[in-house]
């Protein structure tokens, strides 16, 4: 009797894990099939910008963007001076260059890398997991209605995060990932796992738009 107690129990058990499971993979699915969105005056947008040339290249693309995209939100990691002070030179020379900028709020925040160069990779993993832990406050405090990231470490626990804010239904973040432009043939680590996670995947060379055919090409952009 009390085997068979016991068995009921982790067949109940196996069937709730089980349920769990295909409800979250059905969550991730309309997740990422899901590209509703309403037109509005205004988005907000958060920017993980990476050390730099990764730094360098998202903002030049901002440069091409109206300030229909703000506020602006700024994710960095915690030792990144270096990008901290070219996002508020980029913030300055924009406002001095078209006074309307003045008024354009924007913010930066700061994230633990989750990945160190010349790490190894069992830590990676977790420094990756403590990253994304502080991620998701941060996502769930500014809910940004669009994350734009170009390769850096630090986009794939922000990215993760945003994806996470869709699943447990708080709010729809598109997340719109653009590839290096030194990334001809093959693609980033960070590329390779967001080009599955990611809402729109930007490539800016034609031999890998090829090799990934769901990616969107652009030409160079950057």
């Not at 005056?41 to 693309?61: C, F, K, W, Y």
């Not at 924007?106 to 790490?119: A, K, L, N, T």
């Not at 653009?178 to 031999?207: M, N």
Request: glycine fraction near 4%.
């Amino acid at each position: 009797m009390r085997r068979f107690s016991a068995l009921m129990c982790v067949l109940i058990l196996a069937a709730a894990a089980g349920a769990v499971a295909a409800f979250l993979i059905l969550r991730i699915w309309v997740v990422l099939r899901s590209r509703d969105f309403m037109p509005r005056e205004s988005l907000s947008i958060l920017v993980v910008a990476g050390s730099g040339g990764h730094t360098t290249e998202i903002l030049r693309l901002l440069g091409s963007l109206s300030n229909a995209y703000s506020p602006r939100h700024y994710v960095i990691a915690d030792t990144d001076e270096m990008s901290a002070n070219k996002i508020n030179s980029f913030e300055l020379d924009r406002a001095d260059r078209d006074p309307s900028n003045m008024y354009t709020k924007y913010y930066i925040h700061r994230i633990p890398r989750s990945r160190e160069v010349r790490q190894s990779w069992p830590s990676t993993v977790f420094t990756t997991l403590h990253s994304m832990w502080l991620s998701f406050p941060l996502i769930h405090q500014v809910k940004p209605d669009l994350v734009l990231c170009n390769g850096p470490g630090t986009c794939v626990p922000i990215c993760v995060s945003a994806l996470l804010l869709g699943i447990l239904g708080i709010k729809k973040v598109i997340i719109v990932y653009v590839e290096s432009v030194c990334r001809v043939e093959t693609l980033s680590l960070s590329g390779k796992i967001l080009f599955h996670l990611s809402d729109y995947f930007i490539v800016q060379w034609p031999a890998l738009k090829e090799k990934y055919p769901k990616s969107v090409y652009l030409g160079r952009i950057v």
